[in-house]
């Protein structure tokens, strides 16, 4: 569910200057069959932005487990300057599960946005290096040096009353992947997506889908498939 509100919200950056959204959505994915809630925020400053998002999954058929499974976190700051064609930016991820932990991972590069003249239409391209904490990996390394691109897209239809948000990463990272073998392999490259689409009921409520895409993500060996069904609700700054 990350960065969406960002994609939603860079459409509206002449008139919005904060958002914060939570969503939850029933995963209905080979193995899942879990909910997952969803916090995000968006803020703009004269600066530039900050945007974070908390995930947490409520158990899973793979797990069997009752309550929180997994917590997972992603905070980012952009910064404007002047008239600077792209936004320098920093990003930390980290997270934890039961009997396994998310490495922790930072980010380092640059953005660049670009709007629609009617501002319903959005897309951010961020280029990054990528440094993964206690990641021995085939290297034998502490710390794991890479790299991340993320594209981010907004799209609104029919008077906004239709969403069309989502996220593709793709980075570089020694990932064990269970291939069904006694040891599994390790895989060079993950990749994740996370298009969602939005039925606005109103400027508070909406429901939709999301449809996880992804390649050598989580344990994964190779592509998978994830659709969810969702709500959201976006809760209005304070005047």
């Known amino acids: 569910m990350k ?9 509206l950056m002449s008139t919005a200057m ?3 959204n939570l969503q939850l959505h029933y995963d209905f994915g080979d193995g899942r069959k879990m909910l997952t809630s969803t916090v995000e925020m968006f803020k703009l400053d004269d600066l530039g932005s ?3 998002f908390i995930d947490m999954d409520y158990g899973s058929d793979a797990s069997g487990v009752d309550g929180i499974d997994m917590a997972y976190w992603e905070i980012a700051r952009s910064f404007s300057f002047g008239d600077l064609p792209v936004e320098p ?3 930390y991820n980290g997270g934890t599960g039961r009997g396994y932990r998310i490495n922790d991972a930072f980010l380092v590069g640059a953005q660049k946005t670009w709007l629609s003249e009617d501002f319903t239409k959005n897309f951010t391209l961020q280029l990054n290096y990528k440094a993964i904490a206690d990641k021995l990996g085939t290297a034998g390394d502490e710390i794991q040096h890479s790299f991340q691109i993320t594209g981010v897209w907004g799209m609104e239809f029919m008077d906004g009353k239709l ?3 989502g996220f593709a990463d793709f980075w570089k990272e ?4 269970n291939d069904g073998s006694l040891t599994g392999k390790i895989a060079e490259y993950v990749f994740i997506s996370e298009p969602q689409l939005w039925w606005n009921f109103n400027s508070s409520f909406s429901a939709g889908t999301e449809i996880e895409l992804s390649n050598n993500f989580g344990t994964n060996d190779g592509f998978k498939v994830c659709p969810t069904i969702g ?7 304070e005047k």
């Open 231 to 237: 709500v959201k609700w976006n809760i209005a700054p």
């Open 89 to 91: 930016r920093v990003e």
């Open 3 to 11: 960065k969406l509100v960002l994609a939603a919200i860079v459409a």
């Open 174 to 177: 020694d990932a064990w992947v």
């Open 163 to 165: 969403s069309f948000t």
């Open 50 to 52: 900050t945007f974070f």
């Open 18 to 20: 904060f958002a914060q």
